[in-house]
């Protein structure tokens, strides 16, 4: 790969961020020094205070024209060059032997509060030698989308990148829909290694293992010192495990993804690339919101078997580091492999167990399937059914029957009430130990649309609202309850997401 530069930027006055720059200097065989596309007047429309300070970032600095120049990929911080990432990744089932960062830039690497190495990093910085003919901006909707629900999803204690800054850069970008303004995201990330990563790397002579080394390093360094018959097989069985549980986790809040590439599946185990992604209203398996889905292979149910699938095409990578015969690695990645099914079974059923009000371990699957199938049945909304579930312990029985007609419900509510007394605990602190963990508020499909349309024709209240309602989502207040109501089934019928190039 040769450094070839990008488009000439300014530098900035700023202090020195502090970053680093360890992937590009230990594993330089999948980074390319490139700098982003001039923007012609970048200007903070979002910060995360507090995210920033946790980085030991001043965000009234941030803030500047410097800052937001640094924060737009216009400016170039003092320190360390930005580059840009390569990856490879199935996408849809289909192998693409180069993807790579195509509108984004590693600004370099902080150590956040805690002491821990994390990724600063651009989305829609300008097209690098990745873009495949794309122009490598984004708009401010897909943006401030990006912002609204990974904050979302931290709120909700579900692993994921965080969203630093949404910057607009003074410019119109040309969409399906006409012409819309230009902005770019500052993303957090514990990195950016994902299992496309591991596939660029396979295909290139001694850097699967110099990668591997060096994830291994960054984030389960309790490996680094085993023997490499032992280390790198040990380091695939965290990465099943940390997907396991994270892919539990979007499902035990109604998360769909929408776009589960091998590229978008990381090494850290947290969430990445929030495009097309959606909430369910009422509860389907099959629902789909992605518009470029067309057949439905990340529709909500399938994203358990999906991630398997991808966590496979990890394990190929790893052929080679496990053992040098070849049906020996195999038989070792296997039995790992196979161990993904329960993996996620047991973490879905401790996070059904707590939203059900149940001690972990003693959830009955038969209970969790048959209520699956009457929310099914009566289209009930997801988020809702805890919430209500939870006012039935306190003897309001109205909530849940609004959703599932009594008389269909009251065989499994019998069950299921059986099974909260076996705690021993009275019913009222049950109630709100789940109310702990259910959230009254998610990112609803009709209110960040709404709050996008705003934000696009210049009125940033809507988002700034809905931000603040779902990055509390288990508080609920009574002047907030429009934003806890399902979408109208005019609206979700035809409700589809884009991933915004």
């Given at each position: 790969?040769?450094?070839?530069?990008?488009?000439?930027?300014?530098?900035?006055?700023?202090?020195?961020?502090?970053?680093?720059?360890?992937?590009?200097?230990?594993?330089?065989?999948?980074?390319?020094?490139?700098?982003?596309?001039?923007?012609?007047d970048p200007r903070v429309l979002i910060?995360?205070?507090?995210?920033?300070?946790?980085?030991?970032?001043?965000?009234?600095?941030?803030?500047?024209?410097?800052?937001?120049?640094?924060?737009?990929?216009?400016?170039?911080?003092?320190?360390?060059?930005?580059?840009?990432?390569?990856?490879?990744?199935?996408?849809?089932?289909?192998?693409?032997?180069?993807?790579?960062?195509?509108?984004?830039?590693?600004?370099?690497?902080?150590?956040?509060?805690?002491?821990?190495?994390?990724?600063?990093?651009?989305?829609?910085?300008?097209?690098?030698?990745?873009?495949?003919?794309?122009?490598?901006?984004?708009?401010?909707?897909?943006?401030?989308?990006?912002?609204?629900?990974?904050?979302?999803?931290?709120?909700?204690?579900?692993?994921?990148?965080?969203?630093?800054?949404?910057?607009?850069?003074?410019?119109?970008?040309?969409?399906?829909?006409?012409?819309?303004?230009?902005?770019?995201?500052?993303?957090?990330?514990?990195?950016?290694?994902?299992?496309?990563?591991?596939?660029?790397?396979?295909?290139?002579?001694?850097?699967?293992?110099?990668?591997?080394?060096?994830?291994?390093?960054?984030?389960?360094?309790?490996?680094?010192?085993?023997?490499?018959?032992?280390?790198?097989?040990?380091?695939?069985?965290?990465?099943?495990?940390?997907?396991?549980?994270?892919?539990?986790?979007?499902?035990?809040?109604?998360?769909?993804?929408?776009?589960?590439?091998?590229?978008?599946?990381?090494?850290?185990?947290?969430?990445?690339?929030?495009?097309?992604?959606?909430?369910?209203?009422?509860?389907?398996?099959?629902?789909?919101?992605?518009?470029?889905?067309?057949?439905?292979?990340?529709?909500?149910?399938?994203?358990?078997?999906?991630?398997?699938?991808?966590?496979?095409?990890?394990?190929?990578?790893?052929?080679?580091?496990?053992?040098?015969?070849?049906?020996?690695?195999?038989?070792?990645?296997?039995?790992?492999?196979?161990?993904?099914?329960?993996?996620?079974?047991?973490?879905?059923?401790?996070?059904?167990?707590?939203?059900?009000?149940?001690?972990?371990?003693?959830?009955?699957?038969?209970?969790?399937?048959?209520?699956?199938?009457?929310?099914?049945?009566h289209r009930a909304d997801w988020t809702?059914?805890?919430?209500?579930?939870?006012?039935?312990?306190?003897?309001?029985?109205?909530?849940?029957?609004?959703?599932?007609?009594?008389?269909?419900?009251?065989?499994?509510?019998?069950?299921?009430?059986?099974?909260?007394?076996?705690?021993?605990?009275?019913?009222?602190?049950?109630?709100?130990?789940?109310?702990?963990?259910?959230?009254?508020?998610?990112?609803?499909?009709?209110?960040?649309?709404?709050?996008?349309?705003?934000?696009?024709?210049?009125?940033?209240?809507?988002?700034?609202?809905?931000?603040?309602?779902?990055?509390?989502?288990?508080?609920?207040?009574?002047?907030?309850?429009?934003?806890?109501?399902?979408?109208?089934?005019?609206?979700?019928?035809?409700?589809?997401?884009?991933?915004?190039?």
């Amino acid at each position: 790969m040769s450094e070839s530069f990008g488009p000439g930027v300014s530098t900035t006055s700023l202090p020195p961020f502090g970053f680093e720059s360890t992937l590009a200097d230990q594993v330089p065989g999948v980074t390319l020094p490139w700098q982003g596309t001039h923007a012609p007047d970048p200007r903070v429309l979002i910060l995360n205070d507090g995210l920033a300070r946790s980085l030991a970032l001043d965000p009234a600095s941030l803030r500047t024209p410097d800052g937001a120049g640094v924060l737009s990929g216009s400016v170039s911080p003092t320190e360390t060059a930005t580059v840009a990432m390569a990856y490879a990744g199935h996408q849809f089932g289909n192998y693409q032997p180069l993807l790579g960062d195509g509108r984004a830039l590693l600004l370099g690497e902080l150590r956040d509060d805690q002491g821990r190495r994390v990724d600063l990093h651009l989305k829609g910085s300008g097209a690098t030698p990745f873009s495949r003919g794309g122009d490598g901006r984004a708009v401010v909707a897909a943006m401030l989308r990006e912002y609204l629900i990974s904050e979302a999803m931290h709120a909700l204690h579900i692993p994921t990148t965080r969203s630093l800054a949404v910057v607009t850069t003074g410019e119109q970008v040309v969409r399906e829909g006409g012409p819309q303004p230009g902005a770019v995201l500052a993303r957090v990330a514990s990195s950016h290694l994902r299992v496309g990563t591991f596939e660029f790397a396979a295909r290139r002579e001694g850097l699967t293992q110099t990668l591997a080394d060096y994830a291994i390093a960054r984030h389960y360094p309790e490996f680094v010192e085993r023997a490499p018959e032992d280390r790198y097989l040990a380091f695939f069985e965290a990465v099943v495990d940390a997907q396991a549980s994270l892919v539990a986790q979007w499902m035990s809040v109604g998360f769909v993804h929408g776009v589960m590439n091998t590229d978008n599946t990381t090494i850290s185990g947290e969430t990445i690339d929030y495009g097309p992604c959606a909430f369910l209203d009422a509860y389907d398996p099959a629902t789909v919101f992605s518009s470029i889905d067309q057949g439905g292979r990340y529709a909500y149910g399938n994203q358990p078997a999906v991630l398997g699938w991808n966590l496979a095409r990890f394990g190929e990578t790893l052929l080679p580091l496990v053992n040098s015969t070849p049906d020996l690695a195999i038989t070792a990645l296997t039995a790992v492999l196979d161990t993904y099914g329960d993996r996620y079974r047991q973490h879905y059923g401790a996070a059904m167990a707590a939203k059900l009000g149940l001690d972990e371990g003693a959830v009955d699957g038969a209970l969790v399937d048959d209520l699956h199938r009457l929310l099914t049945d009566h289209r009930a909304d997801w988020t809702l059914t805890f919430r209500a579930l939870a006012e039935n312990l306190r003897g309001n029985s109205v909530p849940f029957d609004s959703l599932v007609p009594p008389d269909a419900s009251r065989s499994w509510l019998e069950s299921w009430r059986t099974a909260v007394s076996a705690r021993g605990q009275d019913f009222s602190s049950v109630a709100d130990g789940m109310d702990r963990v259910n959230p009254a508020y998610i990112p609803r499909n009709h209110l960040v649309d709404a709050a996008l349309q705003a934000a696009t024709a210049g009125d940033l209240g809507p988002f700034e609202r809905l931000l603040e309602v779902v990055t509390s989502p288990f508080d609920r207040h009574d002047d907030r309850s429009d934003y806890s109501l399902p979408a109208p089934e005019n609206f979700s019928a035809g409700f589809r997401t884009y991933c915004g190039t």
